[in-house]
């Protein structure tokens, strides 16, 4: 399987918007998480949001909640991060994940779960 593919990151001025796009072609059937998580050198990679594909839960980061929207194009086989009012605290490296184990549904905030990972994309916001 290939890895996912993100695109979409850039810098933008606090208050801006950007939106990413994770290309999921090759886990068509096997994806049973799919979620962006970001990371910056100082901190963890922390859950942003995830959803299962095909279903109408998504889950957030209390810190991104009312902000960011992730949905799927399935003719596309591509997940997006609608980021609307971005932070300076939001800059980071983003990246999106897919598990294909079914135990990512218990737990699909954690990046332990998951087990295809993008290279990231690059997320800069200025104040």
């Known amino acids: 399987q290939v890895q996912p593919v993100e695109s979409g990151g850039g810098s933008v001025q606090a208050g801006g918007s950007l939106r990413l796009s994770c290309s999921t072609s090759?886990?068509?059937?096997?994806?049973?998480?799919i979620g962006w998580f970001r990371q910056t050198s100082r901190n963890e990679r922390e859950g942003v949001a995830s959803?299962?594909?095909?279903?109408?839960?998504?889950y957030y980061a209390a810190s991104v909640k009312g902000r960011f929207t992730l949905f799927e194009d399935k003719a596309r086989n591509t997940v997006y991060l609608q980021m609307n009012n971005l932070r300076p605290e939001d800059t980071a490296m983003y990246y999106c994940?897919?598990?294909?184990?079914?135990?990512?549904?218990?737990?699909?905030?954690?990046?332990?779960?998951?087990?295809?990972w993008g290279q990231g994309t690059q997320v800069t916001v200025s104040s």
């Open positions: 994940a897919i598990a294909t184990s079914s135990a990512c549904l218990g737990a699909v905030m954690r990046s332990e779960s998951y087990n295809f």
């Open positions: 090759g886990y068509t059937y096997s994806a049973k998480c």
């Open positions: 959803t299962y594909p095909g279903a109408s839960s998504t």
